[in-house]
C-alpha cells in the first residue's frame, strides 16, 4: 500500500512538471551524443514550428534551424562543451518555416555512463527580452550620445555667451570677469588697458553697409591682435570699441608706443570687394597697479575719448590731470546745461561791410555766456563743453532765436538791418526737424545767412545734411561757408554744395601784408571762388593795410578789428545808425576803437 501511494506521488510530481514546462512553454531535449539521436518534447517542436509531434528527430532539424549568422558560434559551444564534459550554453537565432526569426536560449547538463557522453536540457523562447534589452541598449546609447550633444551645445552656448560672434574675440561679458579675475589677490603686479575706439566706422557702416562694416570689424581685429603681446586679452567691448588687457608691462612709455604703432597698423587701407576703405584708431591708455585695477576700463575710457577730441588717430595716456580736466569739463556742462534753461547765453555782433564802399552789407552773430558769477565768457570757455554734451544744437537754436529778436527790435527804431549770418553746428545742420523750426520762427528771404564750418560738409556727408542745405536755400537762407582754408574742403565739395559766400580764414588773411606767397595763395582762393560765383568774405582784417590789400584781391565783404569789434545788441543799433549817417555824408571810413569791454574778442 505504501509503494502504490509512493508512485502515485510520483506520477503527481511528474504531472506538475509538465503542467509547468507547458505553462512556461520551455521545451525539454536529450542528445546521445555516441548515437547522434535527438529525443524532442512536444514543446520543442513547437519552438521550432515543425509541426510534429515525434520524439526521436534528427540532429540535422536542429542544425538547419539555425541562422546561418549564428551556426557557427552555436555549434562551437556545443563541441566546447562535450570536450570539457561541462554544461552546456548558448544563445542563437532560428528560422521558423514561415521565415519568421526568433531568438532561442538553450542550456543542458551532460551526464556520462560507460563512455556515452549523453546532453539533457532545455530551450526556451527570449526573443522578447533580446528585443527589448536591444531597445534599451539603443535607447541608452540615444541618451548617451544626447547627453554628449547638450553637453557640447552647453559648452557652445557657454562660448557663444562670452564672445563676440563676428569676430571670435571674448565679449564685454567675459572680458568683465576677466578683469574682476585679475583685479583679485592672486592677480598681476601691474596691469594697463589699451581701449581702441574705430574712427570713421558709422560713415563706413553707413555708406557701404553692415556687411561691408562687419568686414571691417574683422580686419581691425585682426590687426590688433598681431599688434600686442600674444599673451594679452582682446576683447570686443562694444559696436566699434575693442579692449587690450596686458599683465605686466614693462612701462608706460612702452605701452604708449605699442598703442601708437597699433594706431598706425589701424590706419592702412581695408579692401572689401572692389573697395578701398579708410579706417583708424584712436586709443586711451591706463595702467594701475594692486586695487586700482577695478577701476581701470573707467579710465581708459576717460582716456579714449579725450583722444577722439583731440582728433583721431591720437593715443591718450590716462592721468590724475586728465581727472581733473574731465571734471570740471562736468562742471562747466551741469552750468551750461542750467544756462541754457536760463536764458543766459546772448549774441554779439561783428559788422561785415563792403570792400568798396565800406557800407555794413552783414552782421555775424556771435555766442556769449553772460555767466551768473564768472561774467562774460567767450566762446573757448563753453563751445567744446556743448558739443561734447550734445547741445551745440541747443545753444545755436537759443541764439539765433535772441538775433531775430534784436533784429525786430532795431527793424522797429526805423534802422534797416542787413542780413544777419549765424553758426550753425553739424548736429543743427543734420536736425531733420530744422526747416520746421525756422518757419515757425517767420524768417524772411534774404534776412539770414547760415555759417557751416569747413569741417562740416566734407564730400561724403550725410544726406540729411544736404536735404536741410536745400530747405534752407529754397526758404531765402543763404549758405556760407566759413573759416575756409582751416579743414580739407574740395572745389568737388564747393561745387556740390553751391554755398553763397565763403568766408577765408583769419590764419591766411593776417600775413597777405608780408608775405608774398601767402598773397599769391589768397589771390588764388579768390580766383577760385569767383569762378565758382561765390562771394568772397576776408575775416582777421585787423589794419587799414589789410582792407585795402584785400580790396585789391577781389574780396567782396571785409570783416574784422579793422572795421568793428563784437559787441552787444545796443552797440550794434549805434553802429547801424552811425553807418547810416556816415554814407549818407560821404564820410571817410575810420577804424574804430578798441572797446574796454574785452568781450570784443571772438
Known sequence: MKAARSEQEFQNILRRLGLALDASQIGVWEHDTKKDEVVWDLQMHRLYGTGKTQKRVKAEVWMNAIHPDDFAQAQADFDRAIAARDVYSSEYRIVLPDGETRYLRSRAYCFEEDGNITFIGVEWDVTADVLLNRELRRQKAIAEARAVALEASTLRIEYAAEHDYLT???NRRFFDRRL???AGDAGP?????LHIGLDRFKQINDAAGHATGDEVLKSCARRIEQNVPKNAFIARVSGDEFAVLIANFVSLDDL????ERL???LKQSVRHDEEVLRIGGSIGVAAASGRNIASLLAQSDIALHRAKRLGRGRVEVYSAQLKAQLNNEQRVGRQLAHGLEKGEFIPYYQAQVDARTRRIVGVEVLARWRHPKRGLLLPGEFIKVAGNLGRLDDLDAEILKAALKDRQTWMRQGVHVPRIAVNVSAARLSDPLLIDELRHLDVQPDMLSFELLETIFLDDSEDDVFFNVAGLKAMGIDIEIDDFGSGHASIIGLVKL????????RQLVLPITTSREQKRLLRSIIDIAKALNIEVIAEGVET???AKLLTRLGCDVLQGYAISYPVPAAEMLAQLRQ????????????????????????
Open 544 to 546: 587799414v593795410a589789410h
Open 168 to 170: 571670435g574675440l571674448p
Open 189 to 193: 603686479e601691474k596691469l594697463a588697458i
Open 256 to 259: 604708449k608706443t605699442r598703442a
Open 579 to 602: 553807418d547810416r549817417e556816415q554814407h549818407r555824408e560821404r564820410r571817410p571810413f575810420l577804424i574804430p576803437a578798441v572797446p574796454k569791454d574785452p568781450a570784443w574778442r571772438r
Open 498 to 505: 553751391k554755398p553763397r559766400r565763403m568766408k577765408i580764414d
Open 263 to 265: 594706431t598706425q597698423q
Open 180 to 182: 574682476a579675475e585679475l
